[in-house]
T-cell receptor, first 113, second 111 residues
Framework: DAGVTQSPTHLIKTRGQQVTLRCSPK?????VSWYQQALGQGPQFIFQ???????QRGNFPDRFSGHQFPNYSSELNVNALLLGDSALYLC????????????FGSGTRLTVV | DAKTTQPTSMDCAEGRAANLPCNHSTISGNEYVYWYRQIHSQGPQYIIH???NNETNEMASLIITEDRKSSTLILPHATLRDTAVYYCIVGDTGTASKLTFGTGTRLQVML
């Protein structure tokens, strides 16, 4: 049973560019959350998608946007990249309204130069 | 969400029990205690969660004090593969809620 799949695994972008990260949730999961993890820090919640709508949002600017597709997969878009956006971006999937915990992917390492 | 306080780092000998403490003195009545761990270069992994009662699964045991202001994660027989950062998180029940991570405890299991 495949877990959460994220692509690409690594990415290098130039300041000011735009980037799209992709996530396929674990089979049977319907909710996708995105987290940003800077070096040496714990993951920080960006937003969560369920039924193709953004349900919760963390303290991130509008440059961060997302989408969820009918097959539950999701994209994270970041516009006008800053050097400070360099981080590990984690996708977590879950089955809504259960207590079974989140399943995380291994992340996409984004480096902005 | 209530805040949690964890030691920055801990060491444990392989084969011994690892006891990881967490303080959450401002926890509210409907908030659960969740534990996740993150092995280097991987995403966090769910370990266990509980509300009031002690919980045990194939990975670990969770002991929650009666006043719910603190908890302890117990790995009964630590192995080198348990070396990771362990996060104690307090939050609303269910996976509709976000996880608020702190900086966690870095557990080093040694030979």
């Amino acid at each position: 049973d495949a877990g959460v799949t994220q692509s690409p695994t690594h990415l290098i972008k130039t300041r000011g560019q735009q980037v799209t990260l992709r996530c396929s949730p674990k089979s049977g999961h319907d909710t996708v959350s995105w987290y940003q993890q800077a070096l040496g820090q714990g993951p920080q919640f960006i937003f969560q998608y369920y039924e193709e709508e953004e349900r919760q949002r963390g303290n991130f600017p509008d440059r961060f946007s997302g989408h969820q597709f009918p097959n539950y997969s999701s994209e994270l878009n970041v516009n006008a990249l800053l050097l400070g956006d360099s981080a590990l971006y984690l996708c977590a999937s879950s089955l809504r309204y259960t207590d079974y915990g989140y399943t995380f992917g291994s992340g996409t390492r984004l480096t902005v130069v | 969400d209530a805040k949690t306080t964890q030691p920055t780092s801990m060491d444990c000998a392989e084969g011994r029990a690892a006891n990881l403490p967490c303080n959450h003195s401002t926890i509210s009545g409907n908030e659960y205690v969740y534990w996740y761990r993150q092995i280097h270069s991987q995403g966090p992994q769910y370990i266990i969660h509980g509300l009031k009662n002690n919980e045990t699964n194939e990975m670990a045991s969770l002991i929650i004090t009666e006043d719910r202001k603190s908890s302890t994660l117990i790995l009964p027989h630590a192995t080198l593969r348990d070396t990771a950062v362990y996060y104690c998180i307090v939050g609303d029940t269910g996976t509709a809620s976000k996880l608020t991570f702190g900086t966690g405890t870095r557990l080093q299991v040694m030979l």
